[in-house]
């Protein structure tokens, strides 16, 4: 009976950081976006500061008609929002906020994590596929070919993180943590960062979204209340994968008076990664489709490579010192 009561709790509170977590990184980009781009409707909305603005938000998604078009494959158009936000929360489950604050500590949790956020992007590539629409089609193989291009150096920096901790759990990563990562592991923490960025398909790697080329990719023919599921989704997508840059490369909850609050630090530092991730969005143009594809391949493969060589040697030659 205890176990089943804990087992209640700790997926009310995976639940309920799922839901508030994605607001607020979805908040701070709207006032990022407002303050860097002198965009004035955000700052309005409610009076103060536009505090109302994810209000009016889901009051207009709340009110627009949802619609199926008549081509459209009608159960793999639905489901498709869905499969984003299961990803993510399966994946935020498993991620650690503080050395005893972790709804699911399962052995290899960075495979675990690296594996079902990936899903989120199939998400895309159905609604691309079901909805009956060459613009949708065209974004859905974009986001396809994105995944593969930019999957392998995330994978090989996380690979780097892990050879340094000499273990694939997340927790045990953040215990073999040093201030010396910060030197030691840089090139793995640019190449995770940029290739997470392009995970999500966040500017300027949204070409499989482009609206000056195909309208809205994946996402064109969605209406409602199903197009705030794939943008609840996005916001979950820079929460996990903050967090988890967070764990791999800032030491997660290591910092001054790390006890009971040890877990306000791994919110912190992955509050800071989400800004830098909107950041990034505001100040930097899309790039071109073949640009996108020619900067993962000769630019964060090779780098990722040469990352994990460092390690390797450097796990070999000097061991725990590291």
Not at 94 to 100: C, E, R, T, W
Not at 139 to 146: D, H, K, T, Y
Not at 302 to 320: E, K, M, R, S, Y
Request: with cysteine; hydrophobic share 55%; aromatic share 10%.
């Amino acid at each position: 009976m205890d176990v089943a009561i804990e087992v209640m709790l700790r997926s009310a509170a995976v639940l309920a950081a799922f839901l508030v977590l994605p607001l607020v990184v979805g908040q701070t980009e709207h006032k990022t976006m407002g303050h860097m781009q002198g965009r004035v409707g955000p700052m309005y909305a409610g009076g103060f500061h536009g505090w109302a603005q994810l209000v009016a938000d889901g009051v207009k998604f709340v009110q627009k008609e949802d619609i199926t078009p008549y081509a459209a494959d009608r159960g793999v158009f639905r489901t498709a929002p869905a499969l984003g936000l299961v990803s993510y929360m399966m994946a935020l489950a498993v991620i650690p906020l503080g050395p005893g604050t972790i709804a699911a500590n399962v052995p290899a949790s960075l495979l675990v994590v690296l594996a079902v956020s990936a899903i989120g992007t199939v998400g895309t590539l159905m609604a691309g596929w079901a909805s009956g629409n060459k613009y949708s089609l065209l974004g859905g193989l974009r986001s396809a070919a994105q995944l593969v291009s930019y999957e392998l150096p995330l994978l090989l920096a996380c690979a780097s993180f892990a050879m340094a901790a000499g273990s694939l759990s997340l927790v045990e990563i953040a215990h073999a943590w040093t201030p010396w990562w910060l030197l030691w592991q840089l090139p793995a923490a640019i190449v995770f960062l940029i290739a997470a960025t392009a995970e999500l398909q966040r500017p300027p790697f949204d070409m499989p979204v482009a609206d000056s080329e195909l309208v809205l990719g994946p996402y064109t023919e969605y209406t409602g209340l199903r197009f705030a599921l794939f943008l609840l989704a996005e916001y979950a997508g820079i929460v996990v994968m903050s967090l988890l840059f967070a764990v791999l490369y800032l030491g997660g909850w290591t910092g001054p008076f790390d006890g009971v609050l040890a877990w306000v630090w791994t919110l912190l530092k992955g509050f800071v990664i989400a800004v830098l991730i909107i950041w990034i969005r505001v100040s930097w143009p899309r790039l071109r489709e073949d640009q996108l594809q020619r900067f993962a391949w000769l630019g964060l493969v090779p780098l990722a490579l040469f990352q994990v060589a460092i390690t390797a040697v450097g796990v070999v030659l000097i061991g725990d010192k590291l």
